[in-house]
């Protein structure tokens, strides 16, 4: 076979592959628009015979109102069908059954229901009209699928030749590392590898920044655990040489290595959690959870534990209830608490509260006096190991907020924050 039949061959298979792609799709369309239709359909006599049925009632009111100027729930009304004529008539009683009213029921119901066969053939009308607009528009919404389908077939479809092989092989070996991100890895020099090429660059640059983050946070966690080690084997060294006569240096060891074995301790407990998370490890427990009673909770132990700040509890009368794992979600809730009162000056407020905002949505919200943050900082604050400029004076490992934001994002929930420096902070939850 020559390479021009080989060609002409592959153009027409490709062809017949879009024919019966387009066929597929096209029942796909005609299957949503019927459905779409049953639904309308649906819905239009549905609404036709609720307005049938109070224009019925209507007419029915106001015959008795014409005769006996008054309506009274004490009468009592019936429907009565003439088998020797066919009339139909409305007919109503007084409690001591004298006939007070008796009017011809045929006609008016026959031109109510023209009246509402004629809606609903306009309605029919629409619908027809609107046919092959609709069929455009579920056409056009299924059509990038198609074409993704289109793709994934020419892809599975395509044949190298070992030239070509060749040519990715040699383009691996002399990848280089120091690449920055907006260069491409691999350059490929050939038309026919243009997709492969850009989807092993975009591959290949998603290996590189999740590496670089992996390597970001070894050494960060790296110099947060080098402190507290040296710390003490400062200490220990100190205690060994002069420590073991005088109870003074004695006394400051022990309790500088109590102190920074805590600080270690807490730290490798977070960097365990976000381990944890990250394999798959922690589950949640998901029940039903009142987020005031929670507050309530969060609130009596900051006001007890933490005296040189004035807590606020604002949460609403009516239940507030969520599916969540209250332990976790307590625990985030803590961090945020822990935070604002670290960055808030003693005696200042610290305002926690539960609702629902304006679209409905549960939230839990934490809000501080505090030193506040640039907006430059806001999006990098659940960086792993983050600390802004102003803070990095203060105890703290930079994981909190990392571990809240795994929490919340485990609920399927998210952040609204609004900070300005020197002002505050508000944190919400919303889930």
Not at 37 to 42: P, T
Not at 228 to 254: H, S
Not at 317 to 328: F, G, K, R, S, T
Not at 366 to 383: L, R
């Amino acid at each position: 076979m020559s390479f021009s039949q080989k060609k002409t061959g592959d153009r027409l298979e490709m062809k017949g592959r879009a024919g019966d792609s387009l066929k597929r799709m096209s029942s796909i369309t005609r299957k949503l628009h019927w459905a779409s239709i049953r639904k309308q359909l649906g819905l239009f006599l549905g609404t036709d015979l609720l307005f049938f049925l109070l224009a019925v009632a209507g007419w029915c009111a106001l015959q008795e109102a014409s005769v006996l100027t008054s309506l009274s729930w004490n009468t009592h009304r019936a429907l009565q069908i003439s088998k020797s004529t066919g009339q139909a008539f409305y007919q109503v009683f007084s409690p001591e059954g004298e006939l007070l009213l008796q009017v011809s029921f045929l006609e008016p119901l026959r031109i109510l229901g023209m009246a509402a066969g004629g809606v609903l053939a306009m309605q029919v009308a629409g619908i027809v009209f609107s046919y092959f607009r609709e069929d455009r528009k579920i056409r056009r919404i299924l059509s990038p699928i198609n074409e993704i389908a289109l793709k994934a077939d020419e892809l599975s479809r395509l044949s190298f030749t070992e030239d070509k092989y060749q040519l990715i092989e040699e383009a691996i070996e002399h990848i280089n590392p120091d690449q920055t991100a907006a260069e491409k890895p691999l350059s490929f020099g050939d038309r026919d590898l243009s997709g492969v090429e850009a989807a092993m660059n975009n591959l290949l640059l998603r290996m590189r920044d999740t590496y670089r983050q992996q390597a970001r946070f070894v050494n960060d966690a790296s110099h947060e655990l080098r402190t507290p080690i040296a710390v003490i084997q400062g200490y220990a060294n100190m205690l060994d040489r002069w420590g073991k006569t005088d109870e003074k240096i004695l006394e400051e060891g022990i309790s500088a290595i109590r102190n920074e074995s805590d600080h270690m301790h807490h730290l490798v407990e977070q960097l365990l959690f976000l381990a944890r998370g990250d394999s798959g490890k922690t589950s949640l427990s998901l029940q039903t959870v009142s987020l005031g009673e929670l507050m309530q909770e969060i609130y009596e132990e900051s006001f007890m534990i933490d005296e040189s700040h004035i807590y606020r509890l604002s949460v609403p009368e009516e239940p507030l209830e969520v599916q969540a794992d209250p332990a976790l979600l307590k625990q985030a809730v803590r961090i945020l608490t822990d935070n604002a009162a670290k960055y808030t000056q003693e005696g200042d407020e610290i305002c926690l509260s539960a609702g629902r905002n304006e679209a409905g949505i549960p939230y839990l919200q934490v809000q501080d006096m505090g030193v506040g943050m640039a907006e430059s900082e806001i999006p990098h604050i659940f960086d792993r190991f983050f600390r802004s400029d102003e803070v990095r004076g203060k105890e703290g490992t930079g994981l909190g907020l990392s571990i809240a934001k795994w929490i919340v994002d485990k609920h399927g929930g998210h952040f609204e924050i609004l900070s300005r420096k020197n002002l505050g902070t508000r944190i919400r939850i919303l889930l």
